[in-house]
Structures are given as C-alpha cells and as structure tokens.
T-cell receptor, first 115, second 112 residues
C-alpha cells in the first residue's frame, strides 16, 4: 500500500515570496491533515479536511496560509507571503475516517527554509 | 484538550526492555490514549492506542493504570532503530475535529 506522498521534500525561499506544498493521501482516506513542525517542537495541526470540507482550521494563520482539497483527494497548502518564522517542516497526514481509534498516517514532510 | 506529561529524554541499552511513562491526570472518560513516534527526518508513525485495557501489538505494549491517569509504553526489546521521539497523545472519542495535539515527547536514546 502506498503511503502519504508529499512534494517537494525541500524548499528554500526568501521572505515575502510565495510557496505551495502538495499532498496525496492514502487511497480511500477521507480525512486529511496538515501540520507544522518547528525545529525542536512537536507537530501542530494547521487544518483538517473531511473529504473536501474543512473540519478544523482554528490554528491556520489565515492572513497568509491557505489550503484546499478540491476533489476530496489531493491537497495543497500555500503560504503567501512567507515570513522567517514559517521555516518549519510541513507534514501531511491522512486517516480512514474521524474516529478516535483511527490511525493517522504521515508523509515524510516538506522542509521549508525562509531566508 | 487534556494534557499529557512525559520526561524529556530517556536512555536505554540495546536488547533491553524500555518503559516510557506518560501522565494524564485530567483525562476524561471519552479520551483514548495514543502513542506515536518520530524517527529522525521522518513523519510521525503510529505505535499503539488504548482506552481502558492494556493493549499489545507487534511493535509495543501499552499498560494503562486502573484510574487511567497514567500509562506506560513498553518496548520489549529495544533496537537501535527504536531511537526516536515518542509522543503520548489523548484523543477525544466523541468524534468531530480530531487533529493530534503533540507535546514535546520523550527523546529515547538507545545505546549499543
């Protein structure tokens, strides 16, 4: 079974530039999550989708971050414009459904460096 | 969300058992206890979860205290590959938004 695919693996940009990350979840997984992991900290949830609808985006900085999952499969996370403090690993995860016993499967992440 | 407390780091020897503790004194009756681990340069991976009873799988065992205010992840025979950050996380079983709330976890060091 293929895992969660993310691209690119690494991205270096200058502050005030824009960047986009792509995620392809495990086939058949209805729920998709984006997390931000700053160096030395645990991942922090940014947004959760159920199919193509948003379940939770309370921690997404909406002035600069946006995410979509138009067809309920792939998802993109965009930052515009980037700030220095956005340097982090952006992790995508998926799960079969929204049940407490459901396992979340994570991709390897995209490491973003903002200079 | 109910909070968990874990030691910052622990050290163990290869091929010995490892007991990773987690305190969650404010756990509610609907909270499941989940453990994930994160190997260097990888995304987190699921280890095990439970509600009230002790659980075993091929990776580890989870021992849950009778009052559910603490739990212990047990790696029966640690290998170098088990060196990772281990996160103890509570998930509300009532559904809805269920993103994981990670703390800083326990950095497990395995000595050869």
């Amino acid at each position: 079974e293929a895992g969660v695919a993310q691209s690119p693996r690494y991205k270096i940009i200058e502050k005030r530039q824009s960047v986009a990350f792509w995620c392809n979840p495990i086939s058949g997984h209805a729920t998709l999550y984006w997390y931000q992991q700053i160096l030395g900290q645990g991942p922090k949830l940014l947004i959760q989708f159920q199919n193509n609808g948003v379940v939770d985006d309370s921690q997404l900085p909406k002035d600069r971050f946006s995410a979509e999952r138009l067809k309920g499969v792939d998802s993109t996370l965009k930052i515009q414009p980037a700030k220095l403090e956005d340097s982090a690993v952006y992790l995508c995860a998926s799960s079969l459904d929204r049940l407490a016993g459901n396992i979340q499967y994570f991709g390897a992440g995209t490491r973003l460096s903002v200079l | 969300d109910a909070k968990t407390t874990q030691p910052n780091s622990m050290e163990s020897n290869e091929e010995e058992p490892v007991h990773l503790p987690c305190n969650h004194s404010t756990i509610s009756g609907t909270d499941y206890i989940h453990w994930y681990r994160q190997l260097p340069s990888q995304g987190p991976e699921y280890v095990i979860h439970g509600l009230t009873s002790n659980v075993n799988n091929r990776m580890a065992s989870l021992a849950i205290a009778e009052d559910r205010k603490s739990s212990t992840l047990i790696l029966h025979r640690a290998t170098l590959r088990d060196a990772a950050v281990y996160y103890c996380i509570l998930r509300d079983g009532r559904g809805g938004a269920d993103g994981l709330t990670f703390g800083k976890g326990t950095h497990l060091i395995i000595q050869p």
